[in-house]
């Protein structure tokens, strides 16, 4: 079996969702399962509606923007009367009255209850359309199957259940499913992370062993810089799990950071290819003993500096560092870069859960802290360190930390 993934991108209109049949005629589409991710900017108006939630304003309003929007485009992909419809206000409907009957005041639980709704709607619509063209395939509920604990937003695998729950799918057959969602014991939805749909394909991948594992992006593979960011990037054709980790812990966008460990126990390669020109190669992952020596750049925005000192002067030492991780731990802080110094703690940190306040506030009980917000990470693999000064051109350096083969740096 192979599993393909469509990002929000790939299914953004009517046009878009047209052009995943046209990716399939080229790859076959026997014996296939679909992952799909939410259309477009979905997720972000679905967050926006548990947000008025808790503030208690008009959230129904913005529900139906959302209702609106998917219909407009299954208007321009079914007949007037076609069953699709009711399934879409079905979904929508229960999105309302989750919302009425909720009690509970977990932020986060709530979140995955709502935004998970955008996943559901693309792939019923996708499948729905695939049917139609008679690309037949059979829609499949991915918290049927992808079992987890109940750390919402960021659910943990069980994948001794997840195993077993999938070993009733038909490998002969073909599916359309969803990314980005899995359910707890009381089968309560628990979302992967923000763009764990990747995550999800490599999750079916690595269950139903299958044969290969596509990720179709708007860009023609995995590219030495992203070329929306840098000039003169060029595609790498082929790189190692390896190397491919690395660049999704340094933050490659085109890469989830959780998507590779799975492939590689089973040795499943792994393409990354252009939904706009699905006959070109597109970027290869997968085992190799050469690791790639071209110079790359990644850049994570959106970071935020942080500066911990103890206030006698004292060196930062173990129980100091322990402490620090243990708070990083419980507000959901990652850390992108760690410099330190006899007296002082450098982070580059990530707040996808927007906790660095109330993080900050613990630490300023015991330590000085500063916070420069809304700073850039750079990371540049096989750095061509004779070239750094023309980089380093027009940028204000906070921080730089160089390596044998990768050099970082932080500016605002």
Known sequence: MKVFKFGGASVKDAQSVKNVALVLETQGFESCLLV????????????????????????????????????????????????????????????????????????????????????????????????????????????????????????????????????????HQCYVTQGFIGSDDNNFTVTLGREGSDYSAAIFAYCLNAETMTIWKDVPGVMTGDPRKFENVSLLQQISYEDAIEMAYYGASVIHPKTLQPLKQKNIPFYVKSFLEPKNAGTKVGTSEERSQKESFILKENQHLMRIATRDFSFIAEEHLSQIFTLLAKYKIKISLMQNSAISLDLCLEDLYLTVEELNKELQKQFNTEIIKNVSLYTIRNANLEQLNNFYKDKNILLEQISQKTTQVVTD
């Not at 989750?98 to 709530?110: D, E, G």
């Not at 829609?139 to 994948?159: L, V």
């Open 36 to 171: 799909v991710s939410a259309m477009g900017k979905t997720t972000n108006a679905l967050e926006k509606v548990v947000a008025n939630y808790f503030a208690q304003t008009d959230y129904q309003a913005e529900i139906e923007k959302v209702k609106l929007k998917h219909l407009e485009i299954s208007q321009d992909l079914f007949t007037k009367n076609h069953p699709v419809f009711d399934e879409i206000s079905i979904f929508f409907s229960d999105i309302e009255s989750f919302l009425r009957r909720n009690k509970s005041p977990n932020y986060n639980f709530v979140y995955d209850q709502v935004v998970s709704c955008g996943e559901l709607i693309s792939s019923k619509i996708l499948s729905e359309y695939l049917n139609d063209i008679q690309f037949n395939n059979t829609w499949c509920d991915a918290r049927d199957f992808i079992k987890t604990d109940d750390n919402y937003r960021e659910g943990t695998i069980n994948w001794q259940e997840t195993e077993q729950k999938m070993s009733s799918l038909n490998q």
